[in-house]
């Protein structure tokens, strides 16, 4: 009987174990991953030219709207890194392995509003930011005779591209704030302290350095705070969970 109750202990423990690796090869296989949304994001919005306050202005729209200057095949290739966000979406599940406890409201829907505007923003802002350059990248190179046709068809990609983004936008925004108070509730496995670690926290963070630093810094954190506002939760959590050693009680 002792012999039968400590096979099973066993196999328990195997399979605890099994599953701890699994969690940590998905959350380096996504630290990975967004590395390359980082490049993305750096092709898009980076520009030496404008500073940490720069970056809170018309400015950057700018530089989205006229590529930067960018050849057409680069920006083509900053497009690649929305086909990556339904997997950068899994980092939720991680994040939901630790929450879950607190139930429902707390554990659920703030990891679905993420997940949700993660894949939003792959879809829409990933691949749309490449359209809203569009019309700048044909003007360089043909120029444009009507300027009147131009600036309106301009206005009405951005109005779509706008309208696309709405519930992504809605949905990061209460998501992150959502998950904050999850996190200060301590009815999940993190302490108070892992709200500096969490979307939230990072985005905070990330914004108010980045808006200190002059050109050309400013851009290496603003124009990747969506890269910094997946990656370093990603690598926080997968490293969290793969430190605890009471799974059973998650």
């Not at 659920?108 to 993660?118: C, E, F, T």
């Not at 802002?125 to 043909?142: D, I, M, P």
């Not at 009507?146 to 809605?170: K, Q």
Request: charged letters at 10%.
């Amino acid at each position: 009987m002792k012999d039968s109750l400590k096979s099973i202990h066993s196999k328990l423990n195997s399979i605890e174990q099994q599953h701890y690796k699994k969690l940590l090869y998905l959350g380096v296989a996504l630290s990975i991953l967004m590395l390359w949304n980082g490049g993305c994001d750096y092709i898009y919005g980076y520009s030496p030219d404008l500073s940490g306050f720069d970056y809170f202005t018309s400015k950057v729209i700018n530089v989205v709207l006229t590529a930067n200057g960018r050849p057409h095949w680069l920006i083509m290739l900053g497009q690649t890194a929305g086909w990556f966000y339904p997997l950068y979406s899994l980092t939720y599940y991680l994040w939901w392995i630790g929450m879950r406890k607190a139930g429902f409201w707390l554990g659920y829907i703030p990891v679905m509003l993420l997940a949700y505007a993660v894949l939003m923003i792959g879809g829409i802002q990933h691949a749309g930011w490449a359209f809203l350059s569009v019309l700048e990248q044909t003007k360089a190179v043909v120029g444009s005779p009507n300027s009147e046709f131009f600036l309106l068809a301009n206005r009405y990609i951005v109005e779509h591209f706008v309208m696309g983004d709405i519930t992504a936008i809605f949905a990061l925004s209460i998501g992150s704030i959502w998950h904050a108070v999850a996190t200060l509730s301590e009815r999940t496995i993190f302490p108070r302290w892992f709200l500096v670690l969490s979307p939230l926290g990072v985005l905070i963070i990330a914004s108010t350095i980045g808006l200190l630093l002059p050109a050309p810094f400013a851009g290496f954190v603003l124009a990747l705070f969506g890269t910094w506002f997946m990656l370093i939760p990603n690598v926080a959590i997968t490293i969290w969970l793969w430190n605890r050693k009471n799974y059973k009680s998650y």
